[in-house]
């Protein structure tokens, strides 16, 4: 199979270029978020050196995995209720790029009242959507 990727994918910046290396091939960047509201204090406390993040609890939720229907890159995987990722926690994105582009997730917006998602690709910067418009699969 052999995969086109569309004409906007993102370039990297030389600064990612140099911050690669002759020998490095890809560098991955993750990092964990949870809504904001008063039933998720508990992700947080403040502590004397600044906020400390525990983890929330997730009984009761399943492990879903997003990727892209374009380019078949993971985006995420977030513990949620069901498909509509409406009641999420624990979201964890990837982003990782090689000596030309970046792949996976190029942006994640989180509604302040809401806490709905909207995700943006690489492959497609100009684009916004929803979780309903990616493949959005349960991890076992």
Not at 94 to 122: K, V
């Amino acid at each position: 199979m052999v995969v086109v990727l569309p004409k906007s994918r993102l370039p990297i910046s030389n600064v990612a270029k140099m911050a690669l290396g002759k020998e490095l091939r890809r560098v991955t960047i993750s990092k964990e978020f949870c809504p904001r509201g008063a039933e998720h204090k508990i992700c947080r406390q403040q502590t004397s050196m600044g906020s400390y993040f525990a983890l929330c609890p997730t009984e009761g939720y399943k492990r879903f995995k997003v990727q892209c229907k374009n380019c078949r890159e993971e985006m995420v995987t977030v513990y949620a209720k069901d498909k509509t990722l409406t009641d999420w926690r624990r979201l964890k994105y990837t982003s990782w790029h090689d000596n030309r582009y970046w792949y996976g997730l190029r942006g994640l917006n989180i509604n302040p009242e809401t806490s709905a998602l909207m995700i943006d690709c690489s492959c497609q910067p100009e684009f916004r959507k929803t979780p309903n418009e990616f493949n959005v699969k349960e991890l076992k």
